[in-house]
């Protein structure tokens, strides 16, 4: 290779690589570490989505905010990837968190569900479910 052309390859590769780091986690194989925030209802809506809890168990789930580490995803992004489909998300995870979720009163509290989320699959894979106190949404974890 000549040596004019060495820089020129170097700099594309580097693109290259930044491509390919850049590329947000839910875009990969792996899951986008996800924060849900919202409560069980008992009333369809249009951010109502339906988690499967169980086998043939439902539950109704208005969700209020979603963060991650990405800012281009939003709560309206999240929706309309799930929102048309039954169930909207398979709920996988510890089964302490699933039996809470399954036994929640609805519109009694709010909840904050942290977890990774597969788009491919639509499964979120809890690694925590607790209720949110006055004032913690407005904290940004990431």
């Given at each position: 290779m000549r040596l004019s052309l060495r820089p020129f390859v170097v700099?594309?590769?580097l693109l290259l690589m930044q491509c390919v780091i850049a590329r947000p986690a839910h875009a990969q194989h792996g899951g986008?570490?996800?924060?849900?925030?919202?409560m069980?209802?008992?009333a369809p809506g249009?951010?109502?989505?339906t988690l499967a809890v169980g086998k043939g168990e439902t539950v109704r789930f208005r969700v209020q905010d979603v963060e991650s580490r990405y800012p281009d995803f939003s709560v309206i992004n999240f929706l309309s990837e799930i929102r048309h489909r039954q169930?909207?998300?398979?709920i996988?995870?510890?089964a302490h968190y699933v039996d809470l979720l399954r036994n929640e009163e609805p519109e009694k509290r709010l909840l904050r569900l942290t977890g990774l989320y597969?788009?491919?699959a639509r499964n979120f894979v809890l690694s925590r479910v607790r209720p949110?106190?006055?004032g913690e949404q407005s904290e940004r974890r990431f």
């Open positions: 700099c594309a590769g986008l570490p996800m924060e849900l925030y919202g069980i209802s008992l249009s951010q109502v989505v169930p909207s998300l398979y996988k995870g510890p597969y788009a491919s949110v106190r006055p």
